[in-house]
């Protein structure tokens, strides 16, 4: 996770959206019309990249590579439409842990990228719920403005304000002379 962005008043901002900008933290700002435009422009990107396949597939027939192949493209296509389905839709809900396998995120990043259908329609999914990782920034956004409040709590008051009226009662003890011992000063019992 990113540092909290601080705003001018010193709390946190809320982090920006893709699509949403900071919309999402009051649904305001056309917010449901944008859910609904990033739900269409997916569900319709999806539908152009089927029937691209769908050409594609054609064009397997027509050069007659055989039952085998063509089966293969197929699963191949389902399994890795899969795989981006549910790492777009996981990526909604959570952040990514830091990859301990560099070549194996780079793997998954090009099965996800074969399977695109599957990542449109996460989005188009996830658009009709919610804008795509609204429930991920609302809980971290949440969780930065209590931990600001908490520190604010703690912090209140000016510190170097409080070092002086200390400083002050401290001066204010010492000349009402809170003694009670006579004679313990310099010329004690002059008069």
């Known amino acids: 996770m990113s540092e909290p962005q601080q705003d001018r008043g010193g709390g946190p901002r809320p982090e920006p959206i893709r699509f949403f900008g900071t ?5 305001d700002g056309g917010y449901a019309l944008r859910r ?4 269409l ?3 319709a990107a999806a539908a152009v990249g089927a029937l691209l396949l769908r050409l594609g597939y ?8 055989g039952g085998f192949v063509s089966m293969l493209v197929v699963v191949m296509f389902a ?4 795989l981006g389905f549910r790492h777009t839709w996981n990526g909604f809900t959570r952040r990514p842990e830091p990859a301990a396998d560099p070549a194996g995120e ?10 695109f259908i599957g990542t449109l329609l996460a989005w188009f999914c996830r658009a009709l719920i919610e804008a795509p990782g609204e429930k991920l920034r609302r809980a971290e956004y949440e969780r930065d403005r209590e931990l600001y409040e908490k520190r604010r709590a703690a912090r209140t008051g000016n510190p170097a304000a409080k070092a002086a009226a200390k400083r002050a009662a401290k001066r204010a003890g010492k000349s009402t ?5 006579k004679g313990t000063g310099k010329g004690a019992g002059r008069r």
């Open 23 to 27: 919309t999402w933290v009051d649904h």
């Open 36 to 39: 609904a435009g990033v739900a």
């Open 41 to 43: 422009g997916a569900l």
């Open 58 to 65: 054609q064009g397997l027939a027509i050069a007659e590579v």
């Open 79 to 82: 399994v890795c439409s899969a």
């Open 106 to 115: 780079r793997s998954l990043q090009s099965l996800t990228t074969i399977g």
């Open 177 to 181: 002379g809170t003694g009670t011992g």
